[in-house]
């Protein structure tokens, strides 16, 4: 199985820059960005496949790219907001539908520790 882990988290005022890191020990099919707050369901962010050409991301501020040479998952944050502010999931799965990778949390059986992001007003 895929182990993750993610790294990049931290502490920044409204309007700052995070940029999160996720190494695969392999390269999985899909690759995804989930985030949660206390009290609220697991969001799915952003998605990218190792053959699906289209990355997708929920979120006009945020970019998913992969560095498949270093089976390196990047999501750059920008802009950030309080609202924000969560912890923030590196996600592998092997679930596809049509080439395209899901963006739910359903279909992703390895999951990273997490990693904090934290945005001040």
């Known amino acids: 199985q895929v182990q993750l882990v993610e790294s990049g988290g931290g502490s920044v005022q409204a309007g700052g820059s995070l940029r999160l890191s996720c190494v695969a020990s392999r390269n999985p099919l899909c690759m995804a960005w989930f985030r949660q707050s206390p009290g609220k369901e697991r969001e799915g962010i952003a998605v990218i496949g190792r053959t699906d050409p289209t990355p997708r991301s929920v979120e006009g501020r945020f970019t998913i790219s992969k560095d498949n040479t270093k089976n390196t998952l990047i999501l750059q944050m920008n802009d950030l907001q309080p609202e924000d502010s969560a912890m923030y999931y590196c996600?592998?799965?092997?679930?596809?539908?049509?080439?395209?990778?899901?963006?739910?949390?359903?279909?992703?059986?390895?999951w990273g520790q997490g990693t904090q992001v934290t945005v001040s007003s």
């Open positions: 996600a592998a799965g092997q679930t596809s539908f049509g080439g395209r990778c899901p963006l739910a949390y359903e279909y992703y059986n390895t």
